[in-house]
Every structure is written in C-alpha cells, then in structure tokens.
T-cell receptor, first 113, second 114 residues
Framework: KQEVTQIPAALSVPEGENLVLNCSFT??????LQWFRQDPGKGLTSLLL?????REQTSGRLNASLDKSSGRSTLYIAASQPGDSATYLC????????????FGQGTELSVKP | ETGVTQSPTHLIKTRGQQVTLRCSSQ?????VSWYQQALGQGPQFIFQ???????GRGNFPPRFSGLQFPNYSSELNVNALELDDSALYLC?????????????FGSGTRLTVV
C-alpha cells in the first residue's frame, strides 16, 4: 500500500527561525510531489511542485527537495514569519495511480511573534 | 487566468438527503478531481474525470457519483447522506499531458450532515 507520512504533526517556532518539514513515502515510483499550504477551513494553495527528475525547487523563502531513493522530501522555510502559520501538506503522485494524489496528514505550523 | 471555483461554500443537509456540489476548473485545464477532507486529516481521493469520463476512483461507495461537462466543469453528487459525509470537499483541476501535472485546488465546500 502506498502511503505518505508527515513528521512532525505539529510544530511551534519563534519568528525568524529556519525550519524543515518532512514528508516520506513508501514507493519510489512517483512522477511528482507537490507541497501545499492550507489555512484553517480553507482550500489548498500550491507552494512547490517537484517532478520525479528534479532534486529541488525554490520559491522565495521556500525550498523543497526530493530524494526518491530514500522516499523523502523536505520543505525548508527560511526566516519564518507569523504569516507562515498554517498546515502544510505533502502530496505524491504515484505512477500506477492514474493521476490520484496521496496526501500526508499534514504538519500544523505555528510561528510565534 | 481564473482559478478553480467551487459552490456553494457551505452547506447543511439532513441525513438521507442528496447533495450536489459544483466546480469550475481553471482555464486551460481539462481534468478534474474531487477529494474529501475530514477534520484534521489529509484529503482523500474520491474520483477523477478526464474528457467527461471517470478516470480513476478512490475507496468511496457508489452513492458518490460525478459528472464532467464539455466546458470541463464538474459536479459531485452524494446520495443518502450519512453523518460521516460531513467534511470539506475539494475540487482540483489539471492540464493532463502537459508534463507538469500539478494540481490547482479550489477553496472547497464545507458540508455538514445533521
């Protein structure tokens, strides 16, 4: 069974810290991995998309890496701000799943001023 | 370029009733997927539509059904509502075949079954 796991489930940091969110998956046959942000009660905002042939993607203060062989991805957030407080979800597209995304349960991030 | 829009934003239904949720895909996207997100959980795949045909289904019973229209908009229908159907329903669109395959999500419909 293909599964996606995110650790930790919740994280609280002071403003200004650099932080790393983790995502692991059980099958290396992926075509891409996408990181999303979700504010309470809202939809998903795409942050970064990494294709299976790529090692990392960057957008502003965000950097996502992908290591298929170890089944891991990390989302690095530099110089965190209170506005970064949200739930961060990792979603994996596996080759034999016909376009279906499998999500982790998310990491709830709180950045304290 | 418009994003994915969903309607309604909130809905309250009684157990046993039927509900229809609507989604307009992002301009240029021809694939629509539906997800159910229970409180505190990651979204779960319900099904996907491509060229008006169901193209993949998750572990949901047949009372969850859908349609995709020629303009690529979509509906999710749920019959015989149960209390456990209370959740945030998310629609996502994608341009299949462009090599990107990233998904754009809407803001969701919050369904409460009482």
């Amino acid at each position: 069974k293909q599964e996606v796991t995110q650790i930790p489930a919740a994280l609280s940091v002071p403003e200004g810290e650099n932080l790393v969110l983790n995502c692991s998956f059980t099958d290396s046959a992926i075509y891409n991995l996408q990181w999303f942000r979700q504010d309470p009660g809202k939809g998903l905002t795409s942050l970064l998309l990494i294709q299976s042939s790529q090692r990392e993607q960057t957008s502003g203060r965000l950097n996502a890496s992908l290591d298929k062989s170890s089944g891991r991805s990390t989302l690095y957030i530099a110089a965190s701000q209170p506005g970064d407080s949200a739930t961060y979800l990792c979603a994996v597209g596996f080759y034999n799943q016909g376009g279906k995304l499998i999500f982790g349960q998310g990491t709830e991030l709180s950045v304290k001023p | 370029e418009t994003g994915v829009t969903q309607s309604p934003t909130h809905l309250i239904k009684t157990r046993g009733q039927q509900v229809t949720l609507r989604c307009s895909s992002q301009s240029g996207h021809n694939t629509v997927s539906w997800y159910q997100q229970a409180l505190g959980q990651g979204p779960q795949f319900i099904f996907q539509y491509y060229r008006e045909e169901e193209n993949g289904r998750g572990n949901f019973p047949p009372r969850f059904s859908g349609l995709q229209f020629p303009n690529y908009s979509s509906e999710l229908n749920v019959n015989a509502l149960e209390l456990d159907d209370s959740a945030l329903y998310l629609c996502a669109s994608s341009h299949r075949g462009d090599g990107n395959y990233g998904y754009t999500f809407g803001s969701g419909t919050r369904l409460t079954v009482v």
